[in-house]
Protein backbone atom coordinates (compact mmCIF):
# COMPACT_ATOMS: atom_id res chain seq x y z
CA UNK A 1 0.00 0.00 0.00
CA UNK A 2 1.06 3.28 -1.38
CA UNK A 3 1.06 6.36 1.41
CA UNK A 4 -0.29 9.55 0.68
CA UNK A 5 0.14 13.03 1.82
CA UNK A 6 -2.72 15.36 2.42
CA UNK A 7 -2.54 18.54 0.21
CA UNK A 8 -3.47 20.77 2.98
CA UNK A 9 -1.79 24.09 2.49
CA UNK A 10 -2.66 26.91 5.64
CA UNK A 11 -3.05 30.17 5.46
CA UNK A 12 -0.80 32.53 7.36
CA UNK A 13 3.05 33.23 7.75
CA UNK A 14 5.52 29.74 7.82
CA UNK A 15 6.31 29.77 11.81
CA UNK A 16 3.68 31.41 12.42
CA UNK A 17 0.65 29.45 12.02
CA UNK A 18 0.05 26.94 15.29
CA UNK A 19 -0.92 23.69 14.70
CA UNK A 20 -0.21 23.65 10.95
CA UNK A 21 3.69 24.13 12.26
CA UNK A 22 3.37 20.75 14.19
CA UNK A 23 5.17 17.72 12.34
CA UNK A 24 2.44 15.67 14.36
CA UNK A 25 -0.40 17.67 13.26
CA UNK A 26 0.45 17.17 9.72
CA UNK A 27 0.91 13.12 9.59
CA UNK A 28 -2.42 13.27 12.07
CA UNK A 29 -3.38 15.17 8.29
CA UNK A 30 -1.95 12.07 6.30
CA UNK A 31 -3.50 9.55 8.74
CA UNK A 32 -6.67 10.96 7.87
CA UNK A 33 -6.01 10.75 4.19
CA UNK A 34 -4.65 7.16 4.18
CA UNK A 35 -7.86 6.00 6.46
CA UNK A 36 -10.33 7.30 4.04
CA UNK A 37 -8.51 5.63 0.92
CA UNK A 38 -8.61 2.22 3.22
CA UNK A 39 -11.90 2.78 3.55
CA UNK A 40 -12.49 3.23 -0.10
CA UNK A 41 -11.15 -0.06 -0.88
CA UNK A 42 -13.42 -2.12 1.78
CA UNK A 43 -16.40 -4.32 0.35
CA UNK A 44 -19.41 -2.62 -0.34
CA UNK A 45 -21.42 -5.22 1.80
CA UNK A 46 -19.06 -5.18 4.91
CA UNK A 47 -21.28 -5.99 7.76
CA UNK A 48 -20.34 -3.49 10.25
CA UNK A 49 -19.92 0.03 8.61
CA UNK A 50 -16.34 -0.13 9.30
CA UNK A 51 -15.42 2.33 6.23
CA UNK A 52 -18.24 4.90 8.60
CA UNK A 53 -16.24 4.18 11.85
CA UNK A 54 -12.68 4.03 10.57
CA UNK A 55 -13.19 7.26 8.93
CA UNK A 56 -14.55 9.45 11.83
CA UNK A 57 -11.73 7.88 14.19
CA UNK A 58 -9.36 9.17 11.56
CA UNK A 59 -10.84 12.63 12.01
CA UNK A 60 -10.46 12.81 15.42
CA UNK A 61 -7.15 12.40 16.06
CA UNK A 62 -6.61 15.74 13.98
CA UNK A 63 -9.43 17.27 16.29
CA UNK A 64 -8.14 16.03 19.84
CA UNK A 65 -4.93 17.65 18.94
CA UNK A 66 -6.57 20.69 18.31
CA UNK A 67 -8.06 20.85 21.35
Do not use: C, W
Not at 3 to 29: H, M
Not at 51 to 62: C, P
Amino acid sequence: MQFKRANYQSPGTPGNRGLDDLEFYKLALDVVVNAHELARNLPSEEKYDMAVQIRRSSKSISANIGE
